[in-house]
């Protein structure tokens, strides 16, 4: 929020169309987020598919189960391609899924 700080307005229905700036900046961010060892180019850009799809709609300013869903095939995907380990799916489930 310190990059993008929220708009005063009142004229949006949902969220705050600062959102927009913010998601726009993730999504430039996001290749280089998902450099990971031993993920390939190509397989990249599954990963940020589902990266940007887990922070909301970028026009709609929503969120909701399905973007919660593209987060969990994110961390699928960093299954598949090894960068977890069976020993550690307890633990990614414990850290990102807190509550």
Known sequence: TDQVPPEKTTSARFGNPA???WHVQLSQMAP?????PGVQ???RAEL????LD?????TRIDYGSGHELAFAAFLC???VHGLF??????AVCFIA???
């Not at 940020?48 to 990266?51: E, M, Q, R, S, T």
């Open 85 to 90: 380990t069976q020993e550690d799916l307890t």
């Open 19 to 21: 959102f927009r700036t």
């Open 54 to 58: 887990s922070f909301g709609n970028q």
């Open 77 to 79: 995907c960093l299954r």
């Open 97 to 99: 899924f807190n509550r």
């Open 48 to 51: 940020v598919a589902y990266l």
């Open 41 to 43: 180019a190509e397989q």
């Open 32 to 36: 280089s987020l998902t450099e990971l």
